[in-house]
Structure formats: C-alpha cells, structure tokens
C-alpha cells in the first residue's frame, strides 16, 4: 500500500470515527481538522524522502552514464596508441557503466513517475484540508441552528398541553374580577361620602341663579354707560332673568336695579 493509500485510509478512519462519537460536532471538527494537519505534515515527510530517492537515483545514473562515456574516450585513446588489449579492457568498463546507468534510468523514471504523483496527491490534500477549514464554520453553523431548531420544537410540544394556558386565563380571569370589584368598591364609598342629594341639587340651582343676576348686572352697567354719554342713545331692551322675551321700559329697568342694590 502506497504513502497516498496509507493516508486517505488513516484520515476516513478518522472522519468516520469522529461522526460516530459527534457528541460536540464543533470540537469533533476541529479535531478532524488537527489530524488531516498532522497526516499532511507526515506526508510531507514520506513526499520528501521520495523526492530525495529519486534525485540520488538520477545522480547515480548521471554518474554511471558520465563513466561509461571517460572508459569509451579511454579505449578510443588505447586504439590510437595500438593498445588493442587495453582498449577491449576499456570497452568491458564501458559497458558495465552503460548497462548500470540503463537500470538506474529505468529505475529513476519509475520513481520520478511515483514522486510526481505524491507530490500531486499531496496538493490535492492541502486544497481539500483548506477546504474543509472553510466549510467547518457552516458546518457548525448548520449543527446549531439544527439544534436550535429542536430545543424550539421541544418548546412547542411542551406548549402543547392545555392546562398551562388554561391555568393562565383562570388567572386573567381572577385578575379581572379584582379589579372589577375595585372600581365597584370605589364608587359605592364615593356614593356614600356625597351627602345630601337633595342639598347638592339646590346648590347647584343657586350657583346657576347666581351666574344669571350677573349676566343681568352687566346689562344694567350697559345701560347706565349708555345714558351717561348724553342721553341720546336709544336704550336698549333689557331682558329679566327667566323673562327673555318681555322688554321693560327704561324707568322700571332703573327701579330694579335700585330694589336689586337694596336686597
């Protein structure tokens, strides 16, 4: 099983194992969150170790291609100098150098393969982690309106039952009928405490009478300002009180006013 395997199963395992225990979705998020970290910190580790095989690997097959290229220059060399014998030993280096730098290639562009694809894989997990770092608010946010949602459906069920509300409109009822018996109680000790009634009537009827003789009062000061400014103003009706519709002559309107100054 390869590292990218190793480590998608470790972080399902994990995901899988903090939805089973979500006592505290929040905290069970975060926690998920802490683990991916870590993974992604290993997996940078086992990445590395990969990416540092694979250039040891390609420096081998540099080093074996760069010898098999100095014993082919040096049989090229011995041919010069008619040294057939050292030339075929050259050749013999030459080849094992060349046949080994083959195998490295092979070797090396397997691994290189292998370290690009790590490497892909580790990019793909950053994203998703960061991803799942912006998605967690809403995550949570979504757990509590849910949960908001419930205690608000759990109220309501509650409400459900009719001896509550019952039990309130017996008290509106209560307290209604206390206040009812107040403003009753209150208007029997006015009743009581009013006196008389029979008096009450007669002093309203004299305040009325009163208010009449100085209406008429008035009229007499009209009267007399009309006559002192040189009598020959017309004088004008006088109405009695109670007598609205008789005029009075003006020598019976100053008889009155004398008898009504007397009195």
């Known amino acids: 099983m390869g590292i990218w395997e190793k480590l998608s199963t470790l972080v399902r395992s994990n995901i899988n194992d903090a939805i089973a225990k979500a006592e505290n979705p929040e905290k069970m998020l975060n926690q998920v969150l802490l683990d991916m ?10 990445v590395a170790v990969a990416i540092a095989d694979e250039r040891k690997l390609k420096a081998q097959m540099e080093e074996e291609q760069k010898l098999a290229a100095d014993w082919e220059h040096r049989a090229m060399l011995a041919v010069r100098e008619t040294r057939d014998d050292l030339a075929k030993q050259a050749l013999m280096r030459q080849q094992e150098h060349s046949e080994r730098a083959i195998t490295l290639a092979e070797t090396w562009q397997k691994q290189a393969a292998e370290t690009e694809r790590l490497k892909e894989s580790l990019r793909q997990l950053n994203d998703k982690i960061e991803e799942a770092k912006r998605k967690k608010n809403l995550l949570v946010a979504k757990q509590k309106r849910a949960q908001a949602h419930q205690r608000i459906h759990e109220t309501m069920a509650g409400l459900n039952d009719k001896s509550a509300f019952e039990a309130f409109d017996r008290m509106a009822e209560r307290i209604e009928e206390s206040e009812r018996m107040v403003a009753a109680s209150v208007e029997v000790h006015e009743a009581l405490s009013s ?20 209406e008429w009062k008035l009229l007499q000061l009209k009267e007399k300002m009309q006559l002192g400014s040189g009598g020959n103003a017309k004088p004008q009706q006088a109405l009695k009180p109670g007598n609205a519709q008789q005029p009075q002559p003006h020598n019976d309107i100053v008889k009155d006013a004398v008898l009504e100054e007397d009195h």
């Open 195 to 214: 006196g008389d009634t029979l008096e009450k009537e007669f002093k309203a009827l004299g305040a009325a009478q009163g208010d009449q003789s100085i």
């Open 37 to 46: 970290r870590d993974q992604l910190q290993k997996a940078k580790t086992e």
